[in-house]
């Protein structure tokens, strides 16, 4: 990469550091217990999140990727150690969290309007209040048209949207996404990633995106927090220095190559760690007389 972008990159982290810390984990630690055995999923994890960045957390199935997603959405308790958002503990769930799944969540005999209006009533706001606000946000996500239909008339990445609408209507401090775009076919996925970048470079809100895609992580990330497995440990922090705003465009460029490179080193060398029987898969036998040669 060259000099200048470097500088660039090099000032925009400085720039990322002085802002105030959002979310910091302190000795993080999550154990499941199965009958009388107990399992690691998060062991001791330290991190500071600062505000407004976009954090993507990666690695080999069962490192704890979503299970991090879920304490700190207050969804599950932890263990031990501590999570705070903006110095106070995370005791449960708070509309200061956002959550977005892989699965679209939605009330399916709500319309779409109806789903976004949901949490300000929830929250007390009256309905012609909670219905502007609704509203607001439909427009912003593109679905004005169809806030009166209901989940099952809607595409995929519609979904996708209304779900993304409903938990920023409540002004959250941090949006969690949990694999989001896993149900999408590449196109709509590529068109959602893009979408999801404009919304944070536009409104007051702090990123964490928890996915498989490595390709998807760079796009998106300031940082990305690959975690290890058994027990779900923090192997490296990356620091995406590629210039924003970014498009599908930069996966062609050596720079983006060698980030992939890394990351992938990173993943796939604990997925074989993870499953030894990786490394020597058996020869196929011929169970066929249809040949493949031409």
Known sequence: MNTTTNNGAKQYFEQIYQRPVILEAKKLTQVFQHGKTQRTVLNQLDLKIHKREFICVIGPSGCGKSTFSRVVAGLDPYHSGELLVDGQPIIGPSPERGMVFQGYTLFPW?????????????????????????????????????ENQYPHQLSGGMKQRVAIARALVNQPKILLMDEPFGALDPHTRQKMQKHLMDLWQNIDITIIFVTHDMDEAILLADRIVALKAN??????????????????????????????????????AQEEELDPALEELPKIPRMTQVSTHK
């Open 231 to 268: 027990p779900g440990e923090i192997k490296e922090i990356i620091e995406v220095d590629l210039p924003r705003p970014r498009s599908a465009e930069l996966m062609l460029t050596p720079e983006f190559k060698r980030l992939r490179e890394h990351v992938d080193a990173l993943v796939h």
């Open 110 to 146: 709500k319309t779409v309007k109806e789903n976004v209006m949901f949490g300000p009533l929830m929250k007390g706001a009256s309905h012609a209040s909670a219905e502007a606000h609704a509203r607001e946000w439909i427009n912003i996500i593109g679905l004005e048209k169809y």
